[in-house]
């Protein structure tokens, strides 16, 4: 288990390198372009740029996220060809400053979705919150509320200018299936997978997050046949996943330790988060800890050491501890990542010792 942590970069993110070099056990950082938009050219002085900066802090540099995937590759236009190219380049030129595994998703229009960044908790933290009763036909008051939230931060698959054409984006996807969908990222890997087996770069597909359709729009990442059907595709250990308990357990009928047992070959970077799931299908995000939600996450990890998992892994998001969230991001303080860092690297430790941590 190769512990890793997610950063948005200089001037991006109120936590710096310096803060999670003292985070024990974290050996490298998740890291993007951050300002690019899909379909965008990322240039190799600024990936560089950012490149040093990470190695110069003694941080490995093997794991971006994300590369965005443009609409027009989701939506199957003639100009995908275009975008797919640009995806290539960026693919070679990350593969020269060590990357070695790409995080990325294909949502449609959305990227994760929420309905409350700030919810409170029980203990008097907060955390982002899913409501199901909040998601209404208009797609807009979501948008508008997490925008709103978002407050000075920009956020991956948020981008202001992008949801201005909320109507005609969802105008683009309106005959856009799940069968269609699937074509299309089938698609996707058949150009770009050739590509990774020659520079040795991973592809791992982000689940669907949550789990189930919204808005009328596809999701074709979210389920164990989804899955096994996305990995079949391109049978390549090249096409795999990011396997994320956060978003597949919004849903309790996936059965996360029996699909990493069956799937860890293909797993490639691991997201590790804990969400209470309740009764009516609304769930929060909660402490990493087992006991305090729905997903058995020290199970999670023993499915992980038993199957001697060497890819990466993150805490994923956290919720907003002592007051933290007036400046950090939403779902990424400081705290709560820190001490999910933690009881990952616990539970691990207590099976590498033999103690059958249960
Ligand atoms: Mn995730």
Wanted: glycine share 8%; net charge negative.
């Amino acid at each position: 288990m190769n512990m890793t942590w997610r950063w948005y970069g200089e001037n991006n993110d109120n936590i710096t390198l310096d803060h999670i070099r003292q985070i024990p056990g974290v050996m490298g950082i998740v890291w993007s372009l951050h300002d690019k938009v899909a379909g965008e050219v990322w240039e190799m002085e600024r990936i560089q740029e950012v490149a040093d900066q990470i190695t110069s802090k003694g941080f490995s540099t093997a794991v971006v996220e994300s590369v965005n995937v443009h609409d027009d590759i989701k939506i199957g236009l003639p100009s995908r060809d275009q975008y797919i190219d640009i995806y290539i380049d960026t693919i070679r030129k990350l593969a020269k400053v060590g990357v070695k595994v790409i995080c990325y998703n294909f949502m449609p229009v959305f990227d994760w979705t929420r309905t409350e960044l700030y919810k409170e908790l029980p203990d008097g933290s907060n955390a982002l919150f899913y409501e199901k009763a909040a998601i209404t036909d208009d797609p807009r008051q979501m948008v508008d509320r997490i925008l709103e939230g978002a407050g000075k931060f920009t956020m991956p698959g948020w981008e202001p200018e992008r949801l201005a054409r909320l109507d005609e984006l969802f105008a683009a996807y309106a005959d856009v299936t799940e069968d269609k969908l699937f074509g299309n990222l089938k698609y996707f890997l058949e150009r770009i997978i050739p590509v990774c087996e020659e520079v040795d770069i991973k592809m791992a597909i982000h689940p669907d997050d949550p789990a189930w359709p919204i808005f009328g729009l596809p999701r074709i990442v979210r389920s164990r046949e989804t899955i096994q059907r996305i990995l079949d595709a391109v049978n390549s250990p090249y096409n795999g996943l990011t396997f994320c308990t956060g978003s597949l357990g919004s849903n309790p009928e996936n059965d996360l330790p029996a699909m990493i047992r069956e799937f860890h070959n293909r797993i490639h970077f691991a997201h590790i988060r804990n969400v209470k799931v309740f009764e009516n299908g609304d769930f929060i995000e909660v402490s990493h800890r087992g006991k305090d939600g729905s997903v058995d996450v020290p199970e999670v990890v023993r499915a992980y050491y038993e199957n001697g998992y060497q890819g990466y892994v993150r805490p994923d998001h956290g919720r907003h501890l002592w007051g933290e969230e007036k400046n950090c991001r939403p779902g990424y303080g400081l705290y709560d990542r820190a001490l999910g860092v933690m009881y990952l690297l616990g539970v691990w430790d207590s099976l590498a010792q033999g103690k059958g941590v249960k």
